[in-house]
């Protein structure tokens, strides 16, 4: 009875470990994440949705009615290149923000859905993540080409 109480606390100890160090994994790369996360953009907190599969990044925000005012979406790319994004199935504005690394590098402000698949922005620059926010919110941040971004 001893020995299979020592191995069943051991098991616990082993699972309480490995979850802890995917933990701590999850919170440096948040490429990691499959689900939701928050960031920091300008002492605001935003609960992010991430993008990171290729079928998670063409679906994107569309076909939704709106994104709630303190929500983002988050797309997580494993290289850093030029971005190109289109409207199509969208139903209200956006605010994009091109990051690298953790620094917004361009920032598109209110792009209109109304055109659809004709709307199209891109990054003009290299960016390996792009934040999607409701229109308005950049402005309303003040944000800025160098600010940083907490994940």
């Not at 994994?25 to 935003?46: A, H, L």
């Not at 209109?112 to 941040?141: C, F, P, Q, Y």
Request: aromatic share 8%; net charge negative.
């Amino acid at each position: 009875m001893k020995k299979i109480l020592i191995s069943v606390l051991i098991i616990i100890a082993l699972a309480f470990s490995a979850l802890l160090f995917f933990r701590n994994s999850f919170v440096k790369n948040p490429e990691n994440y499959s689900d939701k996360k928050s960031v920091s953009i300008k002492g605001e907190i935003f609960s992010l949705e991430i993008a990171s599969s290729p079928a998670d990044q063409a679906k994107g925000l569309s076909g939704r009615q709106e994104l709630c005012s303190r929500c983002a979406m988050l797309f997580v790319f494993t290289d850093s290149s030029v971005r190109n994004f289109w409207m199509k199935d969208m139903q209200f504005d956006l605010d994009m923000l091109w990051i690298s690394g953790s620094e917004i590098v361009k920032i598109s402000r209110n792009i209109s859905h109304e055109k659809g698949s004709g709307e199209a922005v891109d990054s003009g620059l290299a960016v390996d993540k792009v934040i999607e926010l409701n229109a308005g919110t950049s402005d309303r941040l003040q944000l800025q080409e160098g600010d940083q971004v907490i994940f």
